[in-house]
């Protein structure tokens, strides 16, 4: 029985029938979960949809426990790991929030309602495709840690010139940080910049040098890919 | 008879004469028919124009659909098929608009004037060129669509974020999408941006990983076009 | 001694020792031409710099004419065909306005000006790696006629959507072809953009889809270049 | 004993235990002597950190010039060639804004803040990965000077031609070379931007040809870090 479950909700077990109408609906059902969040009106139906999905979310965390020792191979210790792997810490985080709302605080409302975001999370459990790209992150991991560090140090360094250089423009050091990300990336929204004739100098300057240096990462992770989808045919 | 009009009207068939000039007719009707809807006032010329490219709109497809078995290869029952394939429905909708327009019903008239958009597409049936880039389109497919849903998923989970950490700036959840996509796409009109320090926090971290992740089809396709003329040659 | 003039303004020519000061020269009095187009303020040096650099173009011209059949090398003829190549046209543009200019005529002086700026042109014939860009233009010269002709399609369908769909925002035509531009290159000033939901949702599409596409010429020159430069070691 | 401690400061010997301390307490100390650059308002602390990494920089550097005979390999005349090498010249001119802090001369104060932010180069020495990204500049040296003069020459030439048709719009040539810079690099702050039509086309026919030109220099720093990668492993 406990061999029969674990082969529906084992999402790398995808000749299973019943098991693929299983993943569909708690992929719907994490998608409605997040529906509450897309509207600022208190109405009544969302908590009905709160509670509604909660309380299958429950039920495939039960689920997910009671089967552990299939998915870690560990016989009984399996169930002692279990609660503290990655996606089961997410599952966990993401019940919570319900489990405290019937309690009704209204005060801790509010961080609640970010914690659900994490049922988003959740989808990596059931979508494959995500998986891929996940992949080529961990392929290029390490060329992709010296160039991200690359590239905040320049956004520093950046943004440490034009505070140092321009400071009426830029009341804190988080100014200069936010306005030298949105001009790397490209952004550049025109809510901050530099007005003063050398702020401007070091504003190009820094654009042109910069953007290859912002825009390295994107082309490692664009070229992994690549060569991922190349070795899958 | 029938023979000749088909190798005339067949835009495959690039060596009749005849044929290449009734292509380029074709494609200035067109862009002629379009030129409308590029002017706001209400010229007598602009519905002389629109009964013109009508009038040799219709005649086209009077000619494909009088050829159908030529081009279906199914005998008779070519006839039946035809008016269903995509290219014949999109003819007939761009017909469409004229046809009512005689009418004069004006309620109408707005909602018909952008079916008459679609006229654009038929540019598919008269030019080569864009068959190249909708064949590279087709087999990249499956990486598109993997990497299209997970740059949806990211715009997604940023609008999320930040329509729960800052609701004042983004008075529905339409708006942080608008938000999300303006920023990753990097084109940042600065209509609407984070203006709390939280806020701003969010929207440097989405940026920095969000755009490798949103710029990842334009790779792709690059990729793919690049590889597409390699085998041409 | 016209053998040995030719040798030395010859750029292809790079053994000749004084054949690089000329060229050197050459490319100063470029850049010396084009320095009183950058200020507003009608000084008298201004005028000095147009008559010295001028007097060098009259020289460099009939330096070049009188050894055209070294270049051309077809006799006699050449000195009729040589007045007509294109860059020859281009050094005599840059010479007319300097010419026109001792008329004096106030009028014709603002335009004047901008033929001016063709003088930056000269630098191709003075410059030896410009020539390496124009060698991959010109390979990859099919792609990017069909990529920049699709690119061009696609920002006129965004624009005569947009158009249609937001008559108010944009006055004409034209206005919605410089925002389909500004939003898709990823510029995206801000000056002007959609207002309406419909408008912003169209926006959304347009960048997510069109991105990609504009994207593609840049990736095009990109992947050409760097073949040019494994070809050549 | 001088043998001993150039094998602790000897950044490239990652074999030594307590040299690997020594560089991180030596980056550590970078950073935090770049904290009071960060902050606008005149705290007592910040004297005492600039005090603080000040002396632990002078010993650094004491300590490099009395091994300097190691470093170099030139017997005594190390000594008199160590501090012209570019790292000595960088780590003195990040003493000195101390050195002269010490004399408390309050009008050289702000340039002296700038001086030290010089210090961020000094990470250089310390940090491994950045030797990768410098080895690719070099390598790609011949042609990202091609491309960046090509690039830099495209924005002067878009500067040029919008300064001289609307000069309204930009006061100085400046403005006109900071707007060509930051359209072309697709930041698009939206602080200044063409007004008429005619600039508007400019602006349009500028970004769709300069930004495949602009992008160059990334996309070769992208291709030639990816070489590098590949040939690593």
Not at 97 to 119: A, V
Request: glycine share 4%; proline share 3%; charged share 15%.
């Amino acid at each position: 029985m406990r061999q029969a479950i674990y082969n529906i909700i084992d999402t790398k077990n995808s000749n299973n029938t019943i098991g693929k109408y299983y993943n569909a609906i708690m992929l719907l059902t994490i998608g409605l979960s997040l529906l509450p969040l897309t509207i600022k009106a208190n109405h009544e139906w969302k908590y009905d949809i709160d509670n509604i999905t909660s309380f299958l979310f429950l039920i495939d965390y039960l689920l997910r426990f009671s089967t552990a020792d299939f998915h870690l191979k560990k016989g009984k210790a399996s169930f002692l790991y279990y609660p503290f792997t990655p996606l089961a810490l997410i599952d966990l985080l993401c019940l919570s929030p319900s489990l405290l709302l019937w309690n009704n605080s209204l005060k801790l409302l509010k961080i609640i309602r970010l914690t659900r975001m994490l049922r988003l999370f959740k989808i990596i459990r059931y979508s494959k495709n995500i998986t891929i790209i996940l992949n080529v992150l961990k392929k290029q991991k390490d060329s992709l840690i010296i160039v991200d560090v690359f590239a905040l140090g320049y956004i520093f360094l950046s943004a440490l010139i034009i505070f140092n250089v321009e400071p009426n423009t830029f009341p804190t050091f988080f100014d200069a940080l936010y306005w030298a990300t949105i001009s790397l990336t490209t952004v550049g929204y025109g809510d901050i910049y530099a007005i003063s004739a050398i702020g401007k100098l070091i504003t190009m300057f820094s654009s042109l040098i910069g953007i290859a240096i912002v825009a390295l990462p994107a082309g490692i992770i664009t070229a992994g890919y690549m060569e991922e989808i190349r070795n899958h045919k």
